[in-house]
């Protein structure tokens, strides 16, 4: 504490990321991160765009990007708006659609920076309780309130929520703004981008952090109507021109247009995620039903908070979250094949099976 920070400053309690050691080599399976490279194709890509054109400021407008990911999603250009991250592309709509004095609803359950985001801007919220089975309360969502977001499929859950549940909550807020987190949508749930002609209070962001390996690059967006997304601009360019620079700008672009290596990525996690799933509950563990990159687990048997310790002793590294109602349980990233059997060899030592 330093009495020359501003209030909001003192007030703030920052989001803390999933541990990144440099004390000895981890397999790590606490941040979500791709266990494959970007495609080669992004790399080159990126090497291209290494050279005397750095000297120069990148597109403010990311253009090329931007007429890139519509193409893919087939939306038109001014229907996406892209940012450093899709944490900055959520903070940034929370600037651009939340005011002051109407509650944000979001689950009590979910990606821990919506409380953090609502702080820092200095807008009321209300966490909305999962039912035990970590299920949405739809109801509660009608109740009066300033704008709603959720993650599909779900943070730190990994479920999928149905297309008709999430439109239901789009459809009975129509006079604020929707925003539909998708970071994980690519490895299972049905993503609402088809419904953004149909609702312009719909806002869905998604990243090429998780399916599209490349975390390290920082690049998010958010897709829907054109004002919603002329306001994310407004925002952006009352900020910071530039968000994305020139390798991060040529390394997104090629990774929508590398679509072979895209599907290989996601299928070999996806069948991965299944294995282990299966492998994890004959273990004992209670495994939610997983559409993301990641398991969400528990085990009868021994404290998720023990687990993560004897883990990381092991060389394991998962994500505990010490929270109400979900301190029994972890949250592991599939990683390569190799990987998850060490895992699993571990776990088998720790529970002496
Ligand atoms: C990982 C994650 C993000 C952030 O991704 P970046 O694009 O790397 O900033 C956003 N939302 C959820 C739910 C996530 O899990």
């Not at 054109?53 to 038109?76: F, G, V």
């Not at 829907?224 to 009352?238: F, Q, T, Y």
Request: charged fraction near 30%; charge should be negative; include cysteine.
């Amino acid at each position: 504490m330093s009495k020359y920070w501003s209030e909001t400053v003192k007030n703030i309690e920052p989001y803390v990321p999933g541990e990144q050691p440099k004390d000895k080599k981890y397999i790590k399976l606490n941040t979500n991160e791709s266990p494959y490279p970007p495609s080669p194709k992004v790399i080159e890509a990126i090497k291209a765009a290494a050279g005397d054109s750095l000297r120069l400021y990148p597109d403010p407008n990311c253009d090329e990007l931007k007429e890139t990911i519509a193409n893919y999603y087939s939306l038109r250009k001014d229907q996406v708006f892209v940012g450093n991250g899709s944490d900055e592309v959520l903070a940034f709509a929370f600037m651009a659609f939340f005011n002051k004095g109407r509650k944000v609803f979001f689950p009590d359950i979910t990606y821990s920076f919506y409380p953090v985001y609502a702080e820092l801007f200095g807008l009321d919220y209300e966490a909305i309780p999962l039912d035990e089975d970590f299920n949405i309360t739809l109801d509660r969502f009608n109740d009066e309130n300033g704008g709603i977001i959720i993650s599909n499929p779900k943070s730190p859950t990994a479920q999928a929520l149905p297309l008709k549940d999430v439109e239901a909550i789009i459809k009975n807020n129509m006079d604020k703004v929707v925003m539909v987190d998708e970071a994980y949508i690519d490895f299972g749930g049905e993503s609402v981008v088809k419904l953004i002609d149909t609702y312009p209070n719909l806002l869905v962001i998604q990243t090429l952090s998780k399916s599209r390996c490349l975390a390290g690059l920082r690049v998010g967006f958010a897709m829907g109507h054109k004002d919603l997304i002329e306001g994310l601009e407004r925002v952006k360019n009352s900020f910071n021109s530039y968000t994305l620079d020139r390798l991060a700008i040529a390394g997104a672009i090629e990774a929508f247009k590398d679509e072979a290596y895209f599907q290989e990525t996601l299928k070999k996690i996806i069948t991965t995620r299944e294995r282990v799933s299966k492998a994890m509950k004959e273990l004992g563990f209670r495994v939610l039903d997983s559409k993301a990159n990641f398991l969400f687990a528990s085990h009868g048997d021994i404290s998720a908070k023990v687990l993560f310790q004897e883990l990381r002793e092991r060389g394991v590294l998962v994500r505990y979250f010490n929270k109400p109602r979900i301190d029994n349980f972890l949250r592991i990233t599939i990683g390569t094949d190799e990987e998850m059997d060490s895992l699993i060899k571990a776990v088998k030592e720790i529970l002496k099976v």
